[in-house]
């Protein structure tokens, strides 16, 4: 599914709070992970929308990476960070995928 297309389909709030009654979590529990109080909680459950700043805070609090499982369907991450302190030659004999290697450069 395309992702501007995926994200007009998704119901946010309802999806929170799905993962939040997961949990087992009291709402004032989850309140203080999220640094809000317990009647923005409920305000959250309601939103279609919500922030990417708190939306990471409450994919921490929850343990569920909403960017990633939901918006991306859990095939890919938005970012991807590799720190590599080898040579050419070494790379190329880790077996990786040539997609992939042509976006390793050697630290020199």
Same mark, same amino acid.
């Given at each position: 599914?395309d992702?501007?297309?995926?994200? =007009?389909n998704? =119901?946010? #709030?309802? !999806?929170i709070k799905?993962?939040?009654? $997961?949990?087992?979590?009291?709402?004032? #529990?989850?309140?203080?992970k999220?640094?809000?109080?317990?009647?923005?909680?409920n305000?959250?459950? #309601?939103?279609s929308?919500?922030d990417?700043?708190?939306?990471?805070?409450?994919?921490?609090?929850l343990?569920f990476?909403f960017?990633?499982?939901?918006?991306?369907?859990?095939?890919?991450s938005?970012?991807?960070y590799?720190?590599?302190?080898?040579?050419?030659?070494?790379?190329?004999k880790?077996d !990786?995928? $040539?997609d992939?290697?042509?976006f390793?450069?050697p630290?020199?």
């Amino acid at each position: 599914m395309d992702f501007v297309e995926n994200i =007009h389909n998704i =119901h946010i #709030g309802k !999806l929170i709070k799905e993962k939040f009654e $997961e949990t087992g979590m009291t709402k004032t #529990g989850f309140a203080n992970k999220i640094n809000r109080s317990r009647s923005d909680v409920n305000d959250i459950f #309601g939103r279609s929308s919500v922030d990417t700043v708190l939306l990471i805070q409450i994919s921490k609090a929850l343990g569920f990476d909403f960017i990633c499982n939901v918006y991306y369907e859990g095939e890919t991450s938005p970012t991807i960070y590799i720190a590599v302190k080898t040579n050419e030659d070494e790379i190329k004999k880790i077996d !990786l995928p $040539e997609d992939f290697i042509r976006f390793l450069k050697p630290l020199r």
